[in-house]
């Protein structure tokens, strides 16, 4: 079936620094890539919907310049976490649809910022 | 806006217990509703989904029935096993959609079945 990679599985880094995290559809392609954040004990907020070829749509509240998305290929969104701080520590998980049937999920990315 | 609430975990079973997860939302018109299982270390994973009222989603043994009158789609399965451990995950997409489109979650129960 279909899969979704996301990579780093788990980053730690130091306050200040920018973090870049991999989205990829393996075996499909996808124009549309969603970016979702979990914060403990609460659902998956979504952040950003990436689209391929031109600017990212973000939520309500969701800082663009602090939040960097690019989608680069029909295969591959990047979401970097610019001058991190340690509230922006959470954990951070990308779905890729397929057509309209079904979004697969990468495996998330938890980032903790020290 | 819309909005998803299950009941909040953990919840702990014996083997071959039946769970009940409930779920239930706010929307307006006529959303698809998803469970979602996230097992320790990975992704989400569809676990069933329903797309109309009354419909009747199942899988793995799971099933949960689409329930516009009381707003709900409560996830249930008969026998748990330890294998069944992980998070669930109640879900919402605003359009008749199959779940390609962005969705709204709640904020996942855990599950954990011992022998």
């Known amino acids: 079936g279909a899969v979704v990679s996301q990579h780093p599985s788990r980053v730690i880094c130091k306050s200040g620094t920018s973090v870049k995290i991999e989205c990829r559809s393996l075996?499909?392609?996808?124009?549309?890539m969603f970016w979702y954040r979990q914060f403990p004990k609460q659902s998956l907020m979504l952040m950003a919907t990436?689209?391929?070829?031109?600017?990212?749509?973000?939520e309500q509240g969701v800082e663009k310049d602090k939040f960097l998305i690019n989608h680069a290929s029909l295969t591959l969104s990047t979401l970097t976490v610019t001058s991190a701080h340690p509230e922006d520590s959470s954990f951070y998980i990308c779905?890729?649809?397929?057509?309209?049937?079904?979004?697969?999920f990468g495996q998330g990315t938890r980032l903790t910022v020290v | 806006g819309d909005s998803v609430t299950q009941m909040e975990g953990p919840v702990t079973l014996s083997e071959e217990a039946f769970l009940t997860i409930n779920c239930t939302y706010t929307?307006?018109?006529?959303?698809?509703l998803f469970w979602y299982v996230q097992y320790p270390g990975e992704g989400l994973q569809l676990l069933l989904k329903?797309?109309?009222?009354?419909d009747k989603g199942s899988n793995k043994g799971f099933e949960a029935t689409y329930r516009k009158e009381t707003t709900s789609f409560h996830l249930e399965k008969g026998s748990v096993q330890v294998s069944d451990s992980a998070v669930y995950f109640c879900?919402?997409?605003?359009?008749?959609?199959?779940?390609?489109?962005?969705?709204?979650f709640g904020t996942g129960t855990q599950l954990k079945v011992e022998l």
């Open positions: 929307a307006t018109g006529y959303p698809s």
């Open positions: 329903a797309t109309k009222a009354d």
């Open positions: 779905s890729a649809p397929r057509g309209d049937s079904e979004a697969f």
């Open positions: 075996d499909f392609q996808a124009t549309t």
């Open positions: 990436s689209n391929e070829g031109s600017k990212a749509t973000y």
């Open positions: 879900a919402l997409s605003p359009i008749l959609t199959g779940g390609g489109n962005k969705l709204t």
